[in-house]
């Protein structure tokens, strides 16, 4: 009895959906117009993400060579560079939404209008569980029927030369941390908070969840994110905020980082 009292406080919707919920559905009644914002959404986050990029590797010699200077390893100055990257990426998402698209952006908009409560932990936790459960399946199911692709095909995040201590603290905080975080107020909360207001909920976490999965490359880690993508627009819409499913999110990377950095490196 205890136990199914448990499962269903976790799984029920937020009590505070004022809070946060979800915008209404737009009055706009042309549906080639509609489409034409959608489009316009969609391009926004990866748009932004690639601008960042090109406008931080153009600054980035000198940057490096600052960062060097102050005798920081590769991974540290990576890292560096990463999150540079990622806070332009916010700020240019919040520049065009707010001048170009002429949309209010809040804390409320990137799904950050309260804290993180236990019950998002609870129901982080056993979201995580469905989702590794559904992708193992279909990972495995679609190894079996599609010539070529690799399951089992590592992911290269691009960083070297990890060695010492320092560099794997580093990588933890932006790996684990920082990424779930920025990546969670963009696509689930920004991207999939907007989009609902001009297409069905299901609709939309499956754009979402396709745009998502198609930053990360590989099939096979396309294939993964995509099922993870599409449990935290679950969890979006069941809690109206980000946090349960930021804690998906860090704990599918603590995992993949503790077997990629601490133990490939003698640190487990």
Known sequence: MASRSLWQRLLKPDAHADDGALPKKSTVA???????????WLALVPGA???AAVIISAVTPPLNQLLVALSLT??????AIMALVFLLTLAIVWAVATFCFRTRVSLRTFGLQRTMRWRDIGLGIVAYIIYMAVALFLVDLVGRFVPGFQANQAQDLGFRDVYHTA????????????????????F????????????????????????????????????????LSLVL?????????????VVVHVIKNSLAFYLMYVVQHGGG
């Not at 590769?74 to 890292?79: A, E, G, K």
């Open 49 to 51: 993400y690639f601008l």
């Open 74 to 79: 590769l991974p540290v100055r990576q890292s």
């Open 188 to 227: 689930r909360g920004v991207l999939f908070g907007k989009l609902q207001k001009y297409l069905p909920v299901g609709v939309s976490a499956v754009l979402v969840s396709a745009v998502f999965a198609a930053l990360h490359g590989q099939w096979n880690v396309a294939l993964d994110v995509f099922v």
């Open 167 to 186: 560099d794997i603290i580093v990588l933890f905080l932006l790996l684990v941390l920082v990424t779930p975080l920025v990546e969670e107020m963009l």
């Open 30 to 40: 042309s549906w080639p117009r509609r489409l034409g914002i959608v489009v316009l």
């Open 233 to 245: 627009c679950w969890l979006r819409l069941r809690t109206h905020n980000i946090w349960a499913g």
